[in-house]
């Protein structure tokens, strides 16, 4: 650092005393030379500037004597006030002394309190305020606030919060919702507790003490005519009205009490409520109505409304069911009742039903309870509902066809069915398919209505009375309606193959024809395993209109699978006993006979002997009975010995067997079995399906043989059939061809004798023939030549004297038309003339007739001749058109003239 030190004005610096260890000021402007024991601590500072309206704040300050000028130690050192602040504004500018430090870097602009606006006091040390020329004593700990519009002028003492109090703003049908921080007194002079509330509800803005906190803004009710608000106390006040009210109390205010209300902070607005508007055909039932008479609420009572009315409903009252509209019953309606209590107005007792019937309006009474509407029922002739006494609990079908409308001691009744059978009346199952149809989705059935069901044609359906303890049956097509006690009986069928039990559902059973289909294992004698399937056409033969009859057939209750057992039983039965071979090869007749059973007769061509079969030597088949048989009338020892011939022209031997029967009955339910069809023939195990299929190709190559051999047998057979006719065709045709020969040459043997002996006669009788023809042919020409010639003669003259007239008669025309248009032209010009001279006039037509020689005259006056002659020397003279020609007006003649002599 230099030793010498040049300090310019308002420049300070701070120079220490190590002999004495004590700081100096020096101020500029001045030159300082530093001494051994001296030390420079702080450079050439410029002096602080306060600007006008900013300040600053000095950290522990000098101490001033009562001149103003720094109070000095006993070694020249300033003193502070350690621990002390100090603001200092509007002042010149000053240097810090040794120990003094300013806290912020440069001077702060005082702040200004715009209106409407504070700031937060908290005195950090006790001292005197002067507020409006007043002194007062603040303590340390005390808050205030110092309100605009001014300038905050800031003091050590006061200790500003960070944020400035803004006025909250009241506008129209608003208030400010206030809470005490601490008891005090507020600006109207009411003590205020702490944790109390109230309300500022005048317009304008307020600026709240350090003692209140704003809570909120509450916004005034609009209370009009369709809207109210309901209170409830909180604490015990006085309210607007001037009401005293208690905790708990609650009421209504409406438009009819103030336009627009602002609950305070001991009342809590529980709802809005709307008002309530009944035109004439309304009514309303209201619940512990409120009585304004006692002001109170009576519990437990309800009072009718019946419009045309406008009411708000009070804080403890209710609706009951709502508004409800006056009930307009129609004259197939009617209202069941019930008194709740005694009814003087309907003269009826507690507990009382009755009904009122339309056509009529009703409004109940507070006493009467409507238990329900009541419609009358519509009902077909095929449609009824189920209807309950409910004094004596019977239950009866009511049907149709008619409206039916219940009685007050009555009700409808639904019938329960099981979920099986709900299915199954919703889409029946029809037991004519192996398999169950898909069930539709499940529509919803009303339980009151009489459950009618369909019977299909050609079915039967069983009913049964569970308390009468019988059934009938119902067969289709026909509709069945379910009694009270009535149920149907559902027949559960086997299904798929094979037969599984209960796989189809019905209510109605088919009678027949129809068809099953079954799969049956069997086993032959060489222990080969087979799967048959099977299909059985069956049908049930009884009279439907007998009951009895009817009843067999619900006597079996899975006449499907039983029947599929049974004929299976009877088919292994007979299959165990034949061998694989005899079986693949005779399956039909087999199973036939196993199923249908067979009896005894007598075969002729693989079929029974019928009567009146013929017989190989005459005769007829005239009766047959097992193994006895009579032609014509005579019974034979030996049928066997017969032969018959079927079909006029075979012949078959007679012999005795069994043939299978027609159909198979079963006597429980009289169902028959009419045909059995094999539609397929599986072998179970691998080894039996290997020796099938070498059985069937074997059997394929010897039936491929046999048909081979027999086809060349009979193609040869029908070769020599050929060749014998094609030769005997031969000689056939040869023969007649010598016959036809022999013909030809008697024919050529007189041919040509005709031919020798009729030449020269033929020639001459020719030549005469054709000179003959020739001269009448000249003779014909001739004449034809003469009568051409003639017509051609005659057809000239004629056609020359048609063309003469002609021309005469189109001559004399043309004279005629020249005739006719001269008299037109010379008429026409006529009067043309005539109508010309009339138009120009006389006089007119004499001017012209004078202007063409006056005209002339003129100009031979002007030329200044006497007269002239032109010719040249060949052409007449004309004396008359001279003039003409000299002036121009004359004819081509005259300036040719001129011309010519030029």
């Known amino acids: 650092m230099a030793d010498v030190i040049h300090l310019k004005p308002n420049y300070y610096t ?139 002028i800031p003091h050590v003492c006061k200790q500003v919060e960070a944020k400035v109090v803004r006025a909250e703003m009241i506008g129209p049908n608003e208030a400010l919702k206030l809470r005490a921080t601490s008891t005090f007194v507020d600006k109207n002079g009411v003590e205020r507790k702490v944790g109390s509330e109230w309300l500022i509800s005048e317009q304008g803005a307020y600026l709240p003490s350090v003692d209140e906190m704003v809570v909120e803004i509450v916004k005034s009710r609009i209370l009009t005519e ?197 299915r199954l009346l919703d889409g029946t199952v029809s037991v004519s398919k192996a398999t169950a149809t898909p069930a539709r989705e499940e529509r919803r059935r009303d339980k009151t209505r009489v459950v009618v069901y369909s019977v299909p044609h050609n079915s039967i359906c069983q009913i049964f009375d569970y308390k009468r303890k019988t059934s009938r049956f119902i067969a289709g097509p026909d509709l069945v309606a379910l009694g009270p006690d009535e149920e149907f009986t559902v027949i559960s069928l086997s299904g798929d193959k094979p037969k599984v039990p209960n796989r189809i559902k019905t209510l109605a059973l088919f009678l027949g024809p129809d068809f099953m289909t079954d799969n049956v294992r069997i086993e032959t004698a060489d222990h080969a395993r087979l799967e048959l399937t099977l299909s059985y056409n069956w049908k049930f033969e009884i009279d439907s209109k007998k009951e009895e009859e009817c009843k067999s057939v619900f006597s079996v209750p899975d006449f499907v699978g039983d029947s599929c057992k049974a004929i299976a039983s009877r088919i292994r039965g007979c299959c165990a006993g034949e061998t694989f071979d005899n079986f693949h090869q005779n399956s039909s007749s087999i199973i036939r006979h196993a199923v249908f059973g067979s009896y005894d007769c007598l075969l002729a061509c693989g079929r029974p002997l019928e009567v009146g079969t013929p017989v190989s030597g005459g005769g007829t088949v005239t009766a047959v009975d097992g193994y006895n048989v009579s032609v014509d009338g005579k019974q034979l020892e030996d049928p066997t010995s017969l032969i018959v011939c079927p079909g006029g022209v075979d012949t078959y031997s007679v012999r005795k067997g069994k043939w299978p029967n027609q159909s198979l009955k079963f006597p429980n339910n009289s169902l028959v079995i009419s045909n059995v069809d094999i539609q397929t023939v599986e072998p179970v195990d691998q080894k039996t399906k290997d020796s099938l299929m070498k059985s069937v190709q074997l059997a394929i190559h010897i039936t491929t043989q046999g048909q081979e051999a027999q086809a060349k047998h009979k193609a040869t057979e029908e070769e020599q059939k050929a060749r014998g006719e094609l030769e005997s065709h031969l000689i056939r045709d040869k023969a007649e061809s010598e016959k036809e020969r022999k013909v030809l040459l008697q ?52 056609l020359e004297n048609t063309k003469n007239e002609e021309e005469l008669n189109h001559k004399q025309a043309l004279d ?53 002659m032109v010719t040249d020397g060949s052409s007449p003279i004309n004396l008359f058109n001279a003039a003409q020609g000299m002036t121009g007006a004359g004819g081509v003649g005259g300036m040719g003239g001129m011309m010519n002599a030029h």
């Open 816 to 868: 005629d038309l020249e005739v006719t248009k001269a008299k037109e032209m010379g008429r026409i010009e006529a009067e043309k003339f005539k109508k010309t001279v009339n138009a120009i006039g006389k006089e007119t037509i004499s001017a012209i007739a004078k202007a063409g020689p006056e005209n002339q005259v003129r100009l031979l006056k002007a030329l200044n001749l006497q007269g002239y």
């Open 14 to 152: 701070h120079v220490q005393d190590r002999n004495q260890s004590c700081t100096k000021l020096l101020v500029g402007p001045a030159t300082f030379t530093r001494k051994e024991h001296e030390q420079i601590l702080l450079g050439a500072q410029k002096f602080i500037v306060i600007p006008p309206r900013h300040y600053c704040i000095i950290q522990d300050p000098v101490v001033l004597t009562e001149a103003g000028e720094p109070k000095l130690d006993q070694y020249g050192q300033a003193l502070v006030r350690l621990g002390d602040q100090e603001v200092r504004m509007d002042c010149d500018p000053f240097p810090l002394y040794p120990g003094e430090s300013m806290l912020t870097p440069k001077p702060l602009m005082l702040q200004i309190l715009e209106a409407n606006t504070a700031n937060r006091i908290k005195a950090i040390r006790d001292f005197d305020d002067v507020v409006d020329g007043k002194t007062v004593r603040r303590m340390a700990g005390d808050e205030w606030l110092e309100a605009g519009p001014r300038t905050y």
């Open 226 to 422: 369709k809207k109210g608000i309901h209170l409830k106390c909180n604490t015990a006040f006085k309210d607007v009205f001037g009401q005293d009210r208690k905790p708990g109390d609650t009421w209504l205010v409406t438009h009819k009490d103030t336009e627009s209300y602002t609950p305070t902070p001991s009342e809590d607005v529980l709802k809005e409520v709307d008002l309530l508007v009944l035109h004439k055909r309304q009514f309303c039932i209201v619940l512990d109505p409120y009585n304004p008479e006692t002001k109170q609420t009576m519990l437990g009572v309800k009072k009718l409304i019946r419009g045309p009315a406008r009411l708000f409903l009070h804080p403890d009252e209710r609706l009951e069911n709502g508004l409800q509209n006056v009930y307009v019953l129609q004259a197939d309606e009617a209202l069941l009742l019930e008194a709740l209590e005694a009814c003087t107005e309907s003269n009826k007792e507690a507990g009382d039903l009755w009904m009122i019937r339309g056509p009529c309006e009703y409004v109940p009474p507070v006493e009467v309870k409507i238990r329900e509407l009541r419609r009358a029922i519509p009902m077909h002739e095929y449609e009824g509902v189920y209807v309950r006494d409910l004094k004596s609990g019977v239950v009866r079908s009511q049907m149709g066809p008619n409206a039916y409308l219940l009685q007050p001691t009555e009700e409808l009744w639904e019938k329960q069915l099981s979920p099986e059978v709900e």
């Open 747 to 798: 024919l050529k043997a007189e041919s040509q004798a005709i031919e020798t002996t009729g030449a020269q006669r033929a020639e001459a009788v020719a030549a005469s023939e054709a000179a003959k023809v020739e001269a009448e042919n000249m003779v014909a020409l001739a004449k034809k030549k003469a009568e051409a010639q003639a017509i051609q003669v005659t057809t000239e003259i004629e």
